[in-house]
């Protein structure tokens, strides 16, 4: 199977609107049993190396990339399986920092193929496995391959019942709770907050971001329920500073003169959610020595993440696509950039809080570009400028089909000493690199993807 066959076999299991993340409610819970049973098939690869798992609404992402940043600083080889991707879906696991390679995706994909039909035959009423399970357990094929020592996994929707969470990791990471996808997990920061947590095992220690009460509540009572040693940040950990220089402060350790990478002061609390892992791996003989978290932070690459593509003007490119990013992605830009006019191209998923979205970026913006063709999940341009309409005053507003036309009137319009900022979903971000030429794709995997 080349990879363009393992695409297309994918794809005939995509749910969710085309997308290759599937609802975990759907089928009561069956796809863990799924993964489990195609895991234990292949002689489970993902016990085969250490492991950290990380849940959350925000920074997940972020969080794992600094983390695996460090790791291979101290000399680690690291798997790296995180969604959604930019480019190429092979992104979505990558070994030391590099995407596996087509035909590595390919040969494991027909093995793993096998064993689904294997699974079909043994279990009918359970369903098909969904592509995020099937590429779930390639992932933890391909990590064990190699092999790695740790291997970061970050949970695709959810937590309780995501495929990922077949891992027994040595530490559970939870990144900041917010609303984002209520329709499935609830519409409450206790009701997400008991879905995250669920990634917590009987005895396994746990760090969190700091959370609202709401949500820390329930972190506290799954970790004590579950006997899992719990550091929450705010008070157990604590970071202090900005991305420029930063501080950590833990119990019997402490770290000054800290930098990131990664812009926004919201990056220094991902930082930490990473750095407050550490202690508890090294308690598994994974130690991470002083200059080797130095030299990961400030080298972490994680594209699409308040990533400046050009300048004069400058161009500016942001995943946030619920409120809370879209308020912290304000306040960053805020501070990492300036500028005289800035001009908003938006395109956000239809299942998404628009309105609360559009209001937190409308103050910076003197107008905006709307794109709905940029996904198959993606809100009319009608409801963006309605959106736009309520939180602003006279300020223009424009629709187009594609980013690339977006991108390009606005930069039209744009003056040297202007920031053009394009955000709304990694999927906006991922058209800007390739309009701008920072990143290219191949048509024929878009097709099979999104076609």
């Avoid at 991707?85 to 096998?114: K, N, Y």
């Avoid at 791996?281 to 991470?288: F, Q, S, Y």
């Avoid at 304000?330 to 800035?342: D, K």
Wanted: net charge negative; proline share 5%.
């Amino acid at each position: 199977m080349d990879y363009f066959a393992a695409l297309r076999f994918l794809r005939d299991r995509a749910g969710y609107d085309r997308g290759f993340v599937a609802n975990p409610f759907a089928d009561e819970g069956i796809g863990l049993a799924r993964t489990a049973w195609l895991c234990s098939a292949l002689g489970d690869p993902h016990r085969r190396y250490r492991s950290v798992h990380i849940a959350g609404t925000k920074g997940k992402g972020s969080t794992a990339a600094l983390l695996s940043s460090m790791l291979q600083a101290a000399g680690y080889r690291v798997g790296l399986y995180t969604s959604p991707h930019l480019h190429t879906l092979r992104e979505r696991i990558q070994i030391d920092g590099q995407p596996i390679a087509p035909e590595t995706f390919g040969m494991l994909m027909a093995e793993l193929a096998e064993v689904d039909a294997a699974l079909q035959r043994a279990h009918p009423d359970w369903g098909a496995a969904t592509a995020f399970e099937l590429v779930t357990v390639l992932a933890f094929s391909a990590f064990a391959c190699v092999p790695v020592d740790i291997a970061v996994i970050e949970v695709g929707l959810g937590g309780r019942l995501d495929a990922t969470n077949v891992i027994l990791p040595d530490v559970a990471l939870i990144t900041r709770i917010g609303y984002d996808h209520m329709a499935i997990l609830g519409s409450t920061l206790a009701a997400i907050a008991r879905e995250k947590a669920g990634i917590v095992k009987p005895g396994r220690p746990v760090v969190s971001a700091p959370q609202e009460p709401e949500a820390t509540r329930v972190i506290e009572a799954v970790a004590q329920e579950r006997g899992a040693p719990l550091w929450l940040g705010g008070r157990d950990w604590q970071v202090t500073g900005t991305w420029h220089r930063f501080a950590f402060h833990a119990p019997g350790w402490e770290l000054a003169d800290l930098a990131l990478a990664l812009r926004g002061s919201h990056q220094v609390e991902n930082a930490g959610v990473a750095l407050a892992s550490l202690p508890w791996l090294a308690r598994v003989e994974m130690v991470v020595p002083e200059s080797a978290i130095r030299q990961g932070l400030a080298t972490t690459v994680w594209p699409g993440r308040l990533e400046l593509l050009r300048e004069n003007p400058s161009v500016v490119v942001d995943g946030a696509h619920n409120r809370e990013s879209a308020q912290r992605l304000a306040e960053a830009v805020h501070e990492s950039f300036r500028w005289r006019r800035l001009w908003l191209v938006l395109g956000i998923m239809r299942d998404k809080e628009i309105e609360r979205i559009v209001a937190a970026l409308a103050p910076l913006a003197d107008a905006l570009f709307a794109v709905e063709g940029f996904a198959p999940r993606a809100a009319s341009v009608e409801r963006l400028l309605a959106a736009w309409a309520a939180s602003t005053v006279g300020k223009p507003a424009a629709s187009y089909r594609s980013v690339e036309d977006a991108l390009r009137a606005a930069l039209e319009q744009a003056d040297p000493a202007d920031l053009v900022l394009v955000t709304g979903s990694l999927s906006m971000v991922a058209a800007a690199r390739e309009a701008l030429g920072v990143a290219v794709s191949d048509p024929r995997e878009r097709e099979l993807l999104l076609g």
